[in-house]
């Protein structure tokens, strides 16, 4: 079975089980003392009846449609697609430095997210690189997009924001930090596990 198809029927099927402990516990907590069918009169058993369907009107609505994409019941493809309009996984995210030919191959990418709702509204790619290889990526990214060198500061090696501009004009700010560290000389950085490297892609003026 495609795994879309699989995914729908699984939301398909939370939401039935949800839908029928709703109505469940529904009666018992609004009704609890409610009389037996049996011993009420016609007129009292229809009034609870259209009380308890007038209270639970939104929910019955979802009930009687099945899971589409962007329901809280949804997962698999759908959800995935309904997560990226969300704006984490914004379009246009994704290997910035790669697009821009400014890539040194050590480097890792882990990732894009964007931030629609902060200053500039940027894109930021994350990158990882090991230690033993840090200092070349550092030289290469002074070069290529203007990375201020790393300087030791309290507990790590870390570098201040840098800004660059693409061919296109599109601007960008970068930097670069090591791990918490107690090394304390360049010599050293291969004893390092991990440096990382943030590039974000402003997309609005500031």
């Known amino acids: 079975m495609p795994p879309g198809r699989s995914a729908r029927r699984g939301g398909a ?3 039935s089980k949800a839908c029928s402990r709703f109505k469940i516990l529904n009666i018992r907590s609004r009704y609890p003392a409610a009389p037996p069918c049996h011993r009420s009169s016609p007129a009292k058993a229809n009034l609870t009846a259209v009380r308890w369907v ?3 009107a939104t929910f019955l609505l979802l009930c009687a449609q099945p899971a589409t ?3 809280p019941f949804t997962s698999g493809p ?3 697609s309904s997560q990226q309009r969300s704006g984490n996984v914004a379009k246009g995210c994704g290997d910035l430095l790669a697009r821009l030919s400014r890539k040194p191959a050590e480097l890792r990418y882990t990732g894009c997210r964007s931030f629609p709702d902060a200053q500039a509204a940027p894109m930021r790619a994350t990158y990882d690189v090991d230690g033993g ?3 070349a990526v550092e030289t ?4 290529a997009t203007g990375l201020h060198s790393l300087k030791r500061s309290c507990c790590q090696w870390d570098s201040a924001p840098a800004s660059f501009d693409d061919d296109q004009g599109g601007q ?3 930097s670069m930090v090591s791990e918490e560290t107690s090394v304390s000389r360049r010599e050293a950085w291969s004893e390092i596990a991990t440096f990382h490297v943030t590039v ?3 997309t609005e003026e500031i």
Request: charged content about 10%.
């Open 13 to 15: 099927a939370r939401l």
């Open 200 to 202: 974000e892609m402003l």
């Open 133 to 135: 290889h840090a200092a």
């Open 78 to 80: 759908a959800a995935t």
């Open 54 to 56: 007038a209270s639970s």
């Open 69 to 71: 994409a962007g329901s």
């Open 172 to 174: 960008f700010m970068i």
């Open 140 to 143: 290469y990214l002074i070069r």
